[in-house]
């Protein structure tokens, strides 16, 4: 009977120390993440500065965690990514961002959006204008197009 108990106690703290002893194993995140403002290089062709302008104006709010943005002639969209609990009152701080920037930024047409669909489309964008793989007219007639698409969803 001591033999049996021995064997157990022993049995248990063996499994125990080397099921305690493992290093858990590294988890490897290959989640890309958008970083958190992006800016137009100088070299490129295609003035981006309002939209510069914009989104230091929109990181400056507490509720917000990420913004896209990107200008034509006379559009600037800017998408914008809340802080989690912020999502709830994503109209109204919507709305606010909108007139700050109105105020702020010296173009005809200001849009700002939480749209998680136009975010992408528009760091898709930034990123053609910084490789420079984007013309002027291209750039506005697919800005125009995701005005359309912004305008359709509400």
Same mark, same amino acid.
């Given at each position: 009977?001591?033999?049996?108990?021995?064997?157990?106690?022993?049995?248990?703290?063996?499994?125990?120390?080397?099921?305690?002893?493992?290093?858990?194993?590294?988890?490897?995140?290959?989640?890309?993440?958008?970083?958190?403002?992006?800016?137009?290089?100088?070299?490129?062709?295609?003035?981006?500065?309002?939209?510069?302008?914009? /989104?230091? @104006?929109?990181?400056?709010?507490?509720?917000? +965690? %990420?913004?896209?943005?990107? &200008?034509?002639? #006379?559009? *600037?969209?800017?998408?914008?990514?809340?802080?989690?609990?912020?999502?709830?009152?994503?109209?109204?701080?919507?709305?606010?961002?909108?007139?700050?920037?109105?105020?702020?930024?010296?173009?005809?047409?200001?849009?700002?959006?939480?749209?998680?669909?136009?975010?992408?489309?528009?760091?898709?964008?930034?990123? /053609?204008? @910084?490789?420079?793989?984007?013309?002027?007219? +291209? %750039?506005?007639?697919?800005? &125009?197009?995701? #005005?359309? *698409?912004?305008?359709?969803?509400?």
């Amino acid at each position: 009977m001591n033999k049996m108990l021995f064997l157990i106690i022993i049995s248990f703290s063996y499994f125990l120390i080397s099921g305690c002893g493992q290093k858990e194993p590294e988890i490897i995140n290959n989640d890309i993440r958008p970083v958190k403002m992006s800016t137009s290089e100088s070299q490129q062709t295609i003035d981006q500065d309002e939209a510069n302008k914009a /989104k230091n @104006i929109l990181l400056k709010k507490d509720q917000v +965690k %990420l913004v896209r943005s990107v &200008q034509s002639k #006379n559009l *600037l969209i800017a998408a914008v990514e809340l802080e989690h609990w912020n999502t709830f009152k994503s109209r109204s701080l919507t709305k606010e961002m909108k007139k700050t920037l109105e105020k702020e930024i010296k173009l005809k047409n200001v849009e700002v959006t939480t749209d998680h669909k136009i975010f992408i489309e528009l760091e898709k964008l930034e990123e /053609k204008i @910084i490789k420079q793989d984007i013309s002027k007219k +291209k %750039l506005d007639k697919e800005l &125009q197009q995701i #005005n359309k *698409l912004m305008k359709e969803q509400t």
